[in-house]
């Protein structure tokens, strides 16, 4: 599963190569239609998510794009979620140039919940899940709760989740978990100011970072931390750290570390080579300065 709770998403040898890593625009947006219950193809839907769309307390209704069919309550915040599903997923899948996505034109499935008692029986019904889960990802299904008080931050949790949904349908190896939520937050800060035409400045989204989640418990952990102050580290140490490789480091070095990670090359060993770290604390050196 993935999201925010997000277990995880593949990347690609050739990410950034276009898309919004390194600038590019968004185009235009496809057309979303509405369509009856019955024309909803179920297809690649699991068990849970099989008798979520059977609910009838749920009264979905459905929209469907290009890529995504959406099951929804409130027409205006879904017809939004189209759009931008769409815009983010072109730009998305402009990072992997070098792949193809491996599941069109069969379509992802987006739940949106807008109250806080259904998205509970979601997420109490769901094994793994853990409790402070406000969007998950669980392979080509997303789980999005309409949450935030501001369009800005329901948007900018979208692109989160879009990261994870996206890349899932290009790729299947996984990523360790600093950098499979690394990527989705930087697609968080970044996307939805750039669907906007908004420009965002590389210090004003990587101000200093207090406490950091130290880089041997970061880029060894296989799940995420038990206390949510610690989860919130975790998150923010992860996008820090995948800014710095971004954008602090050679590119060059960016695209052979990943080439090797989806090779199946150990991750740790492969970051630590390519960027000529002789050890940890040599790259926790290096990453302070652009963290202070």
Same mark, same amino acid.
Request: hydrophobic letters at 45%.
């Given at each position: 599963?993935?999201?925010?709770?997000?277990?995880?998403?593949?990347?690609?040898?050739?990410?950034?190569?276009?898309?919004?890593?390194?600038?590019?625009?968004?185009?235009?947006? $496809?057309? +979303? @239609? !509405?369509?009856?219950?019955?024309?909803?193809? &179920?297809? #690649? /839907?699991? %068990?849970?998510?099989?008798?979520?769309?059977?609910?009838?307390?749920?009264?979905?209704?459905?929209?469907?794009?290009?890529?995504?069919?959406?099951?929804?309550?409130?027409?205006?915040?879904?017809?939004?979620?189209?759009?931008?599903?769409?815009?983010?997923?072109?730009?998305?899948?402009?990072?992997?140039?070098?792949?193809?996505?491996?599941?069109?034109?069969?379509?992802?499935?987006?739940?949106?919940? $807008?109250? +806080? @008692? !259904?998205?509970?029986?979601?997420?109490?019904? &769901?094994? #793994? /899940?853990? %409790?402070?889960?406000?969007?998950f990802v669980a392979g080509n299904v997303l789980y999005?709760?309409?949450?935030?008080?501001?369009?800005?931050?329901?948007?900018?949790?979208?692109?989160?989740?879009?990261?994870?949904?996206?890349?899932?349908?290009?790729?299947?190896?996984?990523?360790?978990?600093?950098?499979?939520?690394?990527?989705?937050?930087?697609?968080?800060?970044?996307?939805?100011?750039?669907?906007?035409?908004?420009?965002?400045?590389?210090?004003?989204?990587?101000?200093?970072? &207090?406490?950091?989640?130290?880089?041997?418990?970061?880029?060894?952990?296989?799940?995420?931390?038990?206390?949510?102050?610690?989860?919130?580290?975790?998150?923010?140490?992860?996008?820090?750290?995948?800014?710095?490789?971004?954008?602090?480091?050679?590119?060059?070095?960016?695209?052979?570390?990943?080439?090797?990670?989806?090779?199946?090359?150990d991750a740790l060993s492969a970051l630590l080579e390519?960027?000529?770290?002789?050890?940890?604390?040599?790259?926790?050196?290096?990453?302070?300065?652009?963290?202070?």
């Amino acid at each position: 599963m993935s999201g925010r709770r997000t277990a995880w998403i593949p990347a690609a040898a050739g990410l950034a190569a276009a898309g919004l890593l390194f600038g590019a625009p968004f185009a235009g947006a $496809r057309e +979303a @239609r !509405d369509i009856p219950f019955e024309a909803v193809d &179920r297809g #690649g /839907l699991g %068990p849970h998510d099989l008798a979520i769309l059977d609910q009838p307390g749920f009264r979905w209704k459905h929209l469907q794009t290009e890529h995504f069919i959406l099951h929804y309550r409130q027409k205006m915040f879904a017809a939004r979620v189209a759009r931008l599903a769409e815009q983010f997923y072109e730009a998305i899948s402009a990072d992997l140039p070098k792949l193809r996505d491996r599941i069109s034109p069969r379509r992802s499935h987006i739940f949106i919940f $807008r109250d +806080a @008692r !259904d998205w509970q029986s979601v997420v109490t019904g &769901r094994p #793994g /899940l853990e %409790p402070w889960a406000v969007s998950f990802v669980a392979g080509n299904v997303l789980y999005l709760q309409e949450l935030g008080s501001g369009s800005s931050e329901k948007m900018s949790l979208l692109a989160h989740e879009m990261a994870h949904l996206v890349f899932n349908r290009f790729v299947t190896v996984r990523l360790p978990l600093w950098l499979n939520e690394g990527l989705a937050e930087y697609y968080e800060e970044f996307a939805y100011r750039a669907v906007r035409g908004m420009g965002q400045s590389r210090r004003s989204a990587f101000p200093p970072l &207090r406490q950091p989640t130290p880089l041997a418990d970061l880029l060894e952990a296989a799940d995420y931390p038990a206390d949510p102050a610690d989860v919130r580290r975790f998150y923010a140490t992860s996008k820090y750290l995948t800014g710095y490789l971004l954008l602090r480091q050679p590119r060059d070095r960016w695209d052979a570390f990943l080439a090797q990670v989806l090779a199946g090359r150990d991750a740790l060993s492969a970051l630590l080579e390519t960027y000529e770290w002789a050890d940890i604390p040599a790259m926790e050196k290096d990453f302070s300065r652009f963290v202070r």
